[in-house]
């Protein structure tokens, strides 16, 4: 037992899991999480799911079916968030800059604005031009 003790891959591997730990509390910026990082499926939104589901398959769906549909739309939330993040606070960050990233006094503005209900509706309606407007060095074009 003392010999498992003295062995540097245990202390490697506690540090590692202890670090591991710690930074699922933190951000970035060494903050701990805001309760915005959650994400919650509401029951409106799990209706709607069985309902998309039951109109495609003429069926409801079983259990495990809406468990696989729920873990999908948080899967998909999860992605768009990261997505979100780094084309823009997060891309930022790569770069080395802090003048760019959010929209806040003081920053370079450049960004478009759509006439859309959901993100989603960029990727998949072809021929549909929603583009409302584009600022540009916070002057819109």
């Known amino acids: 037992m003392t010999r498992l003790l003295k062995e540097p891959l245990l202390h490697f591997l506690l540090l590692g899991g202890a670090l591991f730990v710690l930074s699922g509390f933190l951000d970035r910026d060494g903050k701990v999480r805001n309760e915005g990082d959650q994400i919650v ?25 809406l468990e696989g549909l729920v873990d999908d739309f948080v899967l998909e939330e999860i992605y768009y968030r990261q997505a979100l993040e780094m084309g823009t606070i997060g891309g930022a960050a790569v770069l080395g800059r802090d003048d760019v990233g959010s929209l806040e006094a003081g920053k370079a503005a450049d960004f478009a604005i759509w006439e859309i209900e959901r993100p989603a509706e960029l990727a998949y309606r072809i021929g549909f031009n929603p583009l409302a407007g584009v600022v540009k060095a916070g002057r819109l074009l």
């Open 41 to 65: 499926v509401s029951e409106a939104r799990i209706e709607q799911l069985q309902s998309i589901f039951a109109k495609t398959w003429q069926r409801p769906p079983t259990r495990r079916e």
